[in-house]
């Protein structure tokens, strides 16, 4: 398959992508995330895989399996390991501490299940990615059907406007879970721990898209066509389930 050219935006998000790729090595287990940003890194893996890398990887949603599949990738089911070697997946904001937030994609569950579950989570994005803190980006909440007015209740009283997402021809945006999701704006999160901690307790919340102190990396594509990386700090580091 071959990889369209990318230009602007694209051009930074697929210069992450590679820098994050070549960290993959022959024989590993690797996660793949969901979203535009991470798009670019499953198709510079096929690349990968079709020169010749052995891997086996667990996607993070039907899309992102799909292009996978259309790419060459062989897949596992997360069933079938213990453990994930590196997980690559986009974000939709980041602060310097590696704060993030997720979930434009949908796939904010399954993201933080496979982030969780690996032993090295790198994030990829644009420049435009990194925030003083953030907030900026309405908090993915996905919740059960069930409860969604109830639960749009208790997190607008902890300051936030709420609105379900709905797809373009008006109905409820179901997540591959079978979950829907409520779109929150808190505007700046000062305390996103307690936030989070917040959103953990409220009944009907399947998941939410603070990822906090999860990944190892944020590697950011810059306008030029080169990368930085931002290494998450001491209080932020990861803590894996073997540690």
């Not at 596992?76 to 602060?95: H, P, W």
Request: charged share 25%; net charge negative; with cysteine.
């Amino acid at each position: 398959m071959s990889t369209p050219l990318p230009t602007g935006v694209d051009a930074q998000k697929d210069a992450a992508a590679a820098a994050a790729v070549a960290l993959v090595a022959d024989g590993m287990l690797v996660g793949l995330g969901t979203g535009s940003t991470a798009a670019w890194a499953v198709r510079r893996l096929g690349a990968r895989v079709r020169a010749g890398l052995r891997v086996r990887c667990v996607p993070t949603s039907e899309a992102t399996r799909r292009l996978a599949e259309a790419e060459g990738i062989p897949l596992a089911r997360l069933d079938d390991v213990e453990a994930l070697d590196l997980a690559i997946d986009g974000t939709d904001e980041a602060d310097q501490d590696l704060v993030l937030i997720k979930g434009g994609g949908g796939a904010l569950l399954r993201e933080k299940v496979v982030a969780r579950m690996a032993r090295r989570f790198v994030v990829i994005a644009d420049a435009s990615k990194l925030v003083d803190a953030v907030g900026r980006f309405p908090l993915p909440v996905e919740v059960v059907p069930f409860a969604r007015s109830a639960v749009a209740r208790e997190i607008e009283r902890l300051g936030a406007e709420t609105s379900q997402r709905r797809a373009s021809d008006g109905t409820p945006v179901m997540t591959d879970n079978g979950n829907e999701i409520l779109d929150c704006r808190f505007g700046r999160i000062g305390d996103p721990d307690l936030i989070a901690a917040r959103l953990d307790g409220i009944p009907g919340v399947v998941e939410h898209g603070l990822f906090i102190g999860m990944a190892e990396t944020l590697i950011l594509g810059d306008p030029g066509g080169a990368t930085r990386t931002i290494a998450a700090p001491p209080h932020r580091r990861p803590r894996r389930l073997d540690d």
